[in-house]
């Protein structure tokens, strides 16, 4: 029997709902695969721990993930804790630590649900976005002098590595081959940002070479929102800065249907560190504790971490059921426009699972 060491961080606000929705489904699910268990520990890491102790996490916090196979992620940001606190304290903690440098957004159209765009279907709308995360706008470089003066002056500096634009490059060229249409679009900003940027460029081309059989293109970051808005059937794989990326994962999100479904895995490809899944709706105060937070997004998130993990069949079927369950409108949450609450969507998928997993075992003797 394969065991797995997760880590769960529900963090804040419905990090906390949607994390104990995801896991009463994971364990349903390796229950009724039979092939694999999980080891589950729990840390109560996030903003209450910041406000009640000084620190959102344990000092040795990110040390004591290294010996995880995956994290679970929640939410983190409350609307007492100043937003920059609370990343940096955290999520971006986390990531940076321990080298998840690929941030991977897909993006497509589930059953049952409609995109805002007339005409998109699960066919023309079905995209995966590559996020660099661990450099560029995020990097953390900058800082602030003569405070509250009429002189005071920040800085905010974007940083480019050729490491790190080679690896996220390299990550991206690779997964848009795995995919069946080859097709990977690489953003930039190099008109404007004529250092950094221009390097990006420069090492796409260089990175491309080594993937003949992938089609690639360069779009503007700009542009790029009004392709994704007026042509999304010419899109399949994208790569584009941590800040690009976060950006247009927000319309690629919105335009799939809800951000309450949208999923994220940081990634550490060489697999020295764990990687960490999480859904990419955020903490959410204004509907905490009404139990009608989507659990789509953790379940779908899941479904990346189970895939990550290599276990294919499990990823396979959570994933049907979370198509099974969106397609039925009487269970959607108030973000699709339903009134579904989170427990009765939980519930259905792990119906779903126990037929589906049932149906598979049966088919397999
Ligand atoms: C995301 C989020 C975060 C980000 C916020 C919470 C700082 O928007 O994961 O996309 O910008 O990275
Ligand atoms: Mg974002």
Redesign the pocket.
């Known amino acids: 029997m394969r065991t797995y060491k997760i880590a769960a961080i529900p963090g804040d606000g419905i990090g906390k709902e949607v994390i104990a929705a995801g896991l009463e489904a994971l364990a349903v699910l390796a229950e009724s695969n039979g092939e694999f268990e999980l080891s589950i520990e729990h840390f109560d890491w996030g903003s209450d721990r910041y406000i009640s102790q000084g620190a959102f996490m344990s000092e040795d916090g990110a040390k004591r993930l290294e010996s995880f196979d995956a994290i679970l992620f929640g939410a983190v ?1 409350a609307p007492d804790v100043p ?1 920059h606190l609370s ?1 940096w304290g955290l999520r971006l903690a986390i990531c940076q630590t321990l080298d998840q440098y690929a941030n991977v957004r897909p993006a497509r159209i589930l059953p049952g649900i409609s995109s805002p765009l007339r005409d998109a279907t699960a066919q023309n709308l079905d995209w995966v976005i590559v996020r660099e995360n661990t450099e560029g706008e995020y990097a953390g470089q900058g800082g602030r002098s003569h405070r509250g003066l009429p002189e005071e002056v920040a800085t905010e500096v974007s940083l480019f590595t050729r490491n790190g634009v080679e690896r996220i490059m390299r990550f991206a060229f690779k997964l848009a081959q795995l995919r069946p249409r080859k097709l990977l679009t690489v953003v930039t900003k190099s008109n404007a940002q004529r250092h950094g940027m221009v390097m990006w460029d420069e090492i796409a081309a260089q990175i491309a070479e080594d993937y003949p059989d992938v089609m690639w293109d360069k779009m503007l970051v700009d542009a790029m929102t009004v392709r994704m808005t007026m042509q999304p059937e010419t899109i399949d794989t994208v790569v584009a800065t941590n800040l690009h990326a ?1 950006i247009l ?1 927000d319309l690629a999100a919105a335009l799939a249907g809800s951000i309450g479904i949208a999923p994220t895995a940081n990634i550490n490809p060489e697999r020295t560190y764990p990687s960490m899944f999480e859904p ?1 709706h ?1 903490s959410a105060f204004d509907i905490t504790g009404k139990g009608v937070a989507n659990p789509i997004g953790t379940f779908w998130s899941l479904v990346m971490m189970l895939e990550h993990l290599g276990e294919t069949a499990a990823a396979a079927s959570l994933m049907q059921a979370i198509e099974q369950v969106t397609a039925e409108p009487s269970l959607h949450t108030p973000d699709l426009g339903g009134s579904a609450t989170t427990s009765s969507v939980t519930n259905a998928v792990v119906d779903a699972i126990r037929s589906l997993v049932a149906q598979s075992q049966l088919s397999g003797v």
């Open positions: 940001g937003d990343l976060d994962s990419i955020g």
